[in-house]
């Protein structure tokens, strides 16, 4: 439901006229909308029913149902209202029809999802007035007044039943649904199928609904957020946590791509819950503007909606937060949840809580054990035995850190480059092209055998000392559109198209969908690295492209603004490149037609003339850029192949090794 602010005077004055008209302790609609009274006050108000939700059981004995309600300050806005969220017993819950009014006694004020809603207190009071029954003004309304839902409850005043009558005559209605539209939405919402899951019951492929503790400080990463959270319920597809930090298990932390590494250093930072109780969750959109914002350690947020599926590391569960455009789901899908008011706290969050304390209780007993343990006999010795044993491998790897610091400075990395996980190690390019040896047996006998590829990822200090295709213009391509676009293994290209379309001017019919597809030599940037294999192709593909350029894919030699923007992002990539490479290619132009032309090569010294002196500067001209750190992934794709030996993916294919630029990012 949008906010709108009043736009005209005449607006004003009706709330001026209502404000005098109320009964006295009651406040108008839009008072309460504009937030005159803050969160956690009580309030009184008065309201016709335009909405109503019916009753759903809750995870404790109440019942829970919700009124949408308006009065006259906000009559010329139907958009508006103020929602009742009602918590009571099935038994005392109000059914008030489509104009009814209600008369809301005591509610308590609160700022939910970005908008201001009253909540149902154990001594609010809620009188209901039946619209068909309501006389006109003078006369009083107390005959219209439906019986008490509870014995207890106070009756309303003569003000109000004579309030009502006024409100209910004189009110604009045609914010008001006829009764069957009323009855429909009704029923609709009776339908309601609770997502709610602790993180023990999420599985692969599932939208559901969480309430956790985020357990580690939320961070940014490439435009989305991340964070760790918990409900201290264990599910045997989240990474392990290990308390020693010298325990490797399966998995990798903090990692969605899965670098390969033996050393996690965000494992070693971890602080808990330990075991297979925390996932990682990624949110997009509006949801990772407002976690980075306002969500902090130790909050419990209530997630809605939320997509579990396995991450890219293929081997623990993740979540994904994505802005959701349909009209029944729209806005915010994160609650901060508070803990500080006992009487109105979900039974669910409860549960969690109590589990947390649990868990915290088992886990210092455990850690006051090892702690004994370690002094028992030979404890403070064998510890000793074992610091010392650790302490050289640990100087090692502090004094390998220090250098590769130290190394980085000298090479004087681009720091426009981004890339992700900052933290993993760095690989040489000769070690990334270094064939992969794999042991087996075979028939008894031991045999090493090169694998093909090797489906893995790294991070690298490099830089761009080439490019295909030759010309920028070229960086896009396109396929015709079809209906198979909407599907997530659907890559476009000729797969789709029919024979009869190919070679004719049919497949140039249609809209096109236009893609990035380009390739970088990278080369080592590090001159101790360097070897014989410093060098590797390096394939960007249309969502890495995007994610490394910030540019959607068009044509570009239609569009010469956006050929402009591509060339000056890839200037803070590659330097003068381009330059460098044209020249290089107008170079072989010059040379082929003077071997066309039957001219001889130029002679030794040049000649004196201004045409020699433009092509010696040419010849000089050497590639200036500055190398940077980016993420590299090896994997293997199949290619057609004749000779039957060599055919180890299928028949007449095998497989090609392949390496891909991912999770790289020219920054601003």
Not at 256 to 276: D, E, I, L, V
């Amino acid at each position: 439901m949008t906010l709108r602010q009043p736009s005209s005077s005449a607006a004003h004055s009706r709330k001026s006229n209502g404000q005098k008209a109320l009964p006295s302790g009651y406040m108008s609609v839009r008072d309460l909308l504009e937030e005159s009274i803050p969160a956690g006050r009580f309030a009184s108000v008065v309201g016709l029913v335009k909405d109503r939700r019916a009753p759903i059981q809750t995870n404790r004995t109440d019942w829970k149902s919700a009124l949408t309600i308006y009065d006259k300050s906000i009559e010329d806005e139907p958009d508006r209202g103020l929602v009742i969220n009602i918590f009571r017993p099935q038994s005392e819950m109000p059914e008030p029809d489509a104009g009814d009014i209600v008369v809301i006694v005591s509610a308590k004020v609160q700022f939910f999802r970005g908008e201001v809603s009253l909540i149902t207190h154990w001594s609010t009071v809620i009188h209901v007035y039946s619209a068909n029954e309501i006389p006109n003004p003078p006369k009083s309304a107390k005959q219209a007044l439906k019986p008490a839902l509870r014995q207890n409850d106070r009756p309303p005043a003569d003000e109000v039943h004579e309030y009502v009558s006024k409100l209910y005559h004189s009110i604009d209605k045609d914010a008001v649904p006829d009764a069957a539209d009323f009855s429909m939405q009704v029923e609709l919402s009776r339908n309601f199928k609770d997502k709610f899951r602790t993180l023990s019951q999420v599985e692969d492929f599932q939208f559901c609904d969480i309430i956790v503790n985020v357990v580690k400080e939320p961070f940014d990463q490439m435009g989305t957020t991340t964070l760790w959270v918990s409900d201290y319920t264990e599910n045997e597809h989240f990474y392990k946590f290990s308390w020693d930090a010298t325990k490797i298990s399966e998995g990798q932390d903090g990692d969605p791509y899965g670098y390969t590494t033996m050393k996690s250093a965000a494992t070693n930072n971890w602080t808990g819950p330990y075991g297979k109780r925390s996932m990682q969750v990624t949110c997009f959109g509006p949801h990772a503007e407002f976690v980075i914002k306002e969500v902090k350690a130790g909050n419990w947020v209530h997630l809605r909606n939320l997509q579990v599926k396995y991450g890219r590391n293929g081997n623990n569960l993740e979540g994904f937060l994505r802005e959701d455009r349909t009209a029944f789901q729209s806005g915010l899908q994160v609650d901060i949840l508070a803990t500080d008011d006992p009487d109105n706290i979900d039974d669910r969050l409860k549960k969690a809580i109590r589990r947390k304390r649990d868990y915290e209780k088992v886990k210092k007993k455990q850690q006051k054990n090892f702690v004994a343990n370690e002094h028992g006999k030979g404890g403070g010795e064998s510890k000793t035995r074992r610091n010392k044993k650790r302490a050289p491998l640990t100087e090692k790897f502090k004094e390998i850190e220090e250098k590769e610091r130290e190394m980085e400075a000298k090479l004087g990395l681009n720091d426009t480059i981004k890339c992700e996980n900052v933290n993993e190690p760095i690989f040489a390019v000769s070690s990334i092209v270094e064939p992969i040896p794999w042991t087996t047996t075979v028939d008894g006998q031991e045999v090493t055998l090169i694998l093909p590829f090797t489906c893995a990822n790294y991070r690298a200090n490099v830089r761009v000392v080439d490019f295909r295709p030759h010309k920028l213009v070229d960086f896009t391509t396109w396929h015709k559109s079809a209906e198979f676009d909407m599907l997530s293994d659907y890559s476009g290209g000729s797969d789709s198209e029919s024979d009869d379309d190919r070679g004719t001017l049919t497949r140039y019919t249609g809209e096109k969908i236009w893609e990035w597809r380009f390739a970088l030599l990278l080369e080592e940037a590090n001159p101790k690295h360097k070897g014989e294999c410093d060098k590797l192709w390096a394939v960007v593909d249309n969502t890495e492209a995007q994610l490394l350029l910030g540019l959607d894919a068009s044509d570009l030699r239609a569009n010469p603004d956006d050929l402009d923007k591509l060339r000056e992002r890839l200037f803070c990539l590659w330097g003068n490149l381009e330059e460098c490479k044209q020249q290089e290619l107008q170079r072989q132009v010059t040379d082929k037609e003077r071997v066309t032309a039957h001219q001889p090569p130029p002679s030794s010294p040049p000649r004196p003339s201004s045409n020699h002196q433009a092509q010696t500067k040419t010849a000089e001209l050497a590639l200036s850029n500055k190398p940077f750190t980016c993420c590299i992934r090896q994997y293997g794709v199949q290619v057609s192949e004749k000779d039957p030996k060599k055919a180890n993916a299928s028949d007449g294919k095998r497989w090609e090794r392949t390496f891909g630029l991912f999770g790289t990012k020219i920054g601003s």
